[in-house]
């Protein structure tokens, strides 16, 4: 009885032991881990901890949800007077939910507050009218944030939203808006303005290249690491590295391909070994490409500024007409293909859509599968629009040990 009694004291005095019950956690799947968050107020707030979660996610590949897809039309997003204007009958935010939760969003009735949609990170939402109205939702409050409103007016821009972590679990975000030059003039800098919800403002300055350039207007920088890759035009990448003090920006070609030499759509996302990965398609098929890093990292960038030709290593291609030999199920609902999404911190899967069909296609198999979403998607105008999918990270949060850095 005493040796049992001894036993039981060493289990609650190294459960009761922050480093401990870590290390613990750290060797448990997933859902084991967030069936513990029920123990106690005390295990809720290690698992919820952005510590331990960087942690779990250094060993373990992070999770993400799918709960929709959401739908921008450029046609109203940032629309001159004269142009089109939307009828009373479609929604500003249009959501092609996939799930419950995504079926709660959607008519919980948030989102007719938000304006259109721009961009999300990490659940987070960026939504607004362009120039100058701007609002932040969370998914953690389920709340919105107007952010204040921009000191510069951009007529034509392209944006960055870039939600952070620390360890003090407080989320901190960045808004970056970049003016965008339309008439064909040589220059070699832009105008940016970033908005931090560490000081509540707005913030401009200058960011310069070696070489003339200009950043493709009404679109969204893809963010991996807090750096921030933008389409420029003439079939260039521009990248910038916020957090590094170094106000320029430097180019790289992107990659030409053949099979999808002429095409029509391209993508960026974040590889499942957190690289830069590039897809386009054109009516033949798709080619994907990574961006290897060099031993010295992505700073040199800034050393040389120069164009970045041979780094692009191509991963994947395939060709539609395989890939609807491979699925005859589809057949009958076949129509003029294109990639549409990466997922998150993902080499193996793209979405796809033909017609007003979304499909999740497996690269190295080349099988697809239906996503069944909610929405009237023979409604969409789809040449005119950016269909986007909503992932929400699977690792739960609380509002009891967090908070936003917000100034409102």
Known sequence: MKSGRINHDNVHTALTCDDV????????PEK????????????????????????YHSQWR???????????????LGRPRDGFRRPPWEPALPLLSTCKEGDDLKFSGVLKQLGYFIDSSNGFLLCGRHPMTYYIW??????????????????????????????DDVICYKVIRAKCVCKPVEVNNVSIETFSSKTGAWKQSTLTCSSSFALCPRSVATVIGGVVYWFAVQKHLAIYDPYLGVRRLSLIKLPAGELSFDYEESVLGESTDGLLQYGQSSKLGIEIWVLEKEQSGYSSMYKSDTHWEKRWNLRYKLNFREMWKQNPTFTDRFSESQILSFLPRNSESVF????????????????LDVVRYHGRGSSISWDSSKVVPYFRPSWPRSSLCQCINSMT
Not at 62 to 76: A, D, K, P, Q
Not at 138 to 167: G, N, W
């Open 138 to 167: 969370s998914p953690i409050t389920r709340k919105q944030y107007q952010l204040p409103q921009p000191q510069q007016y951009y007529r034509s821009l392209c944006m960055a939203f870039i939600v952070e972590d620390s360890h």
């Open 32 to 55: 084991s881990v967030f069936r513990l968050i029920l123990v106690s107020r005390k295990w809720l707030h290690v698992i919820c901890s952005n510590s331990f979660r960087s942690s």
């Open 352 to 367: 796809i859509r033909s017609g007003s069909n979304i499909f999740l296609c497996q690269l190295e198999s080349k099988r």
């Open 21 to 28: 019950l870590c290390e613990i956690l750290l060797r448990l």
């Open 62 to 76: 992070e999770s993400f949800h799918l709960l929709g897809f959401f739908v921008c039309n450029f046609l109203y």
